[in-house]
């Protein structure tokens, strides 16, 4: 027992010295001090697309159906690889909680080497199979082409932005959010700027837009790699390829990917869904999803924070703390919810105006955002539980939790277009599954099995 309390005493010692907060004093501005750069970093991905639309959207329809499908096809992918991130920041967070700071940026080290072989395996693949995979998505006869081609020069650049996503993970394990923030900002200023002289001065077209994105994220990964190598080295860690750890760390990661990949099949199934009940309703609903996409960035934001704070604070085996913890960023995701459930309900008739002049659209619209808005205090605790539970290295249950609620959405679903009961009820059905997932993480996070401390998960 001595020993035991000896090993939390020079965690605690350890945690003060790196400038880490102790879950059992941590307060609204740390917690905020994570999220909010997080938040900057995770906006800043997104305006990648909207330039690449902007720039894009000038050549034509054709070209702009193009990049919407093959933008389609490159999100799966990479939204699919966020395991890279999220796993990363568990493994360096619990180790750097154990006082083990140099394993744990050698792990991190190993998540990189494995997202850029993934991204190599996967330019590959994308590239070669561009043209089945744009038919595949329903590309016409005029947008086709111009999709294969933004797909096949983008998937150039999936090595460095998969690379990205492991050194972010490894940062925010670090508790570095700052490095993500500002990498991102000036990324997507440059994005802008050189896909628009690729596409119009030197009149490269879509394939200048995809070349210039490819481009920017590969400069990208080099600079997480410079920055990663160089606190390597700062720390006496040598940034060395190693088979094992790599099959290691596949191996860890292959839960989460799961996890993953059922959260996109109940995205798909629903979009799905709303094709079904009806041009009108497929239209409402893609709205709808990116709004609720957009707000789930700041819900995401504070997961983030919470995947850091949860695995150092296990790592230094401070269970009560964590506790604590957990349910102070429990009210926080309440409390996001809350402001960001008000804020859509109070603009919901705003905001059919704004995307969409069709009345047939903005009618079937407000109901549907107004079921979302109800949905968001419950959206903000799921994300932010979701998050401890990723930080507590709990990967295997969220595999199977994921998978459970997506059979419980499906069947909702598949009520709802048997009955046709109308795109509303197809978003009570995702207000099911997101009550499914509060109710399996709730649950978990009341036990104790999660709770596993020190640096083995």
Known sequence: MNTEAADRARNTESAEHLGEPDAAHVTGRQILALAIPALGALVAEPLFVLADSAIVGR???????????????????????????????????????????????????????????????????GASCADPVVRWLGAGAQAAPYAATYLRLSCLGLPGMLLVLAATGLLRGLHDMRTPLVV???????????????????GLGIAGSAAGTASVQTAMGAVYVYVVVKACRAQGVVARFNARALRASLSANVALLTRTVWLRVYVIAAVWGAGRLGTVALAAHTIAANLWSGLALALDALAIAAQALVGHELGAGRIEATRRMVARMNWWGLGFGVLTGVGLAALSPVLAAVFTSDRAVAHALVPVLLVAAACQPVAGVVFVLDGILIGAGDATFLAWASF????????????????????????????????????????????SAWLRVGAQR
């Open 184 to 202: 991102a900002g000036v990324a997507a200023v440059a994005n802008t700027l050189v896909n628009w002289i690729l596409v119009y001065p030197c």
């Open 59 to 125: 050549l034509g329809p054709a070209q702009l159906a193009g990049l919407g499908t093959a933008g389609s096809a490159l999100n799966t992918l990479v939204g699919v690889c966020i395991f890279l991130a999220y796993s990363t920041t568990a493994q360096v967070s619990r180790l750097i909680g154990a006082g083990r700071r140099a394993e744990g940026m050698a792990r991190g080290v190993d998540g990189m080497y494995l997202a850029a072989g993934l991204g190599v395996l996967l330019a590959v693949i």
């Open 404 to 447: 459970a609620c997506t059979l419980v959405f499906l069947g909702a679903l598949a009520l709802v277009v048997a009955a046709g009961w109308g795109l509303v009820w197809l978003w009570v059905a995702i207000g099911v599954f997101t009550l499914a997932r509060l109710a399996a993480f709730w649950t978990r996070s009341a036990g």
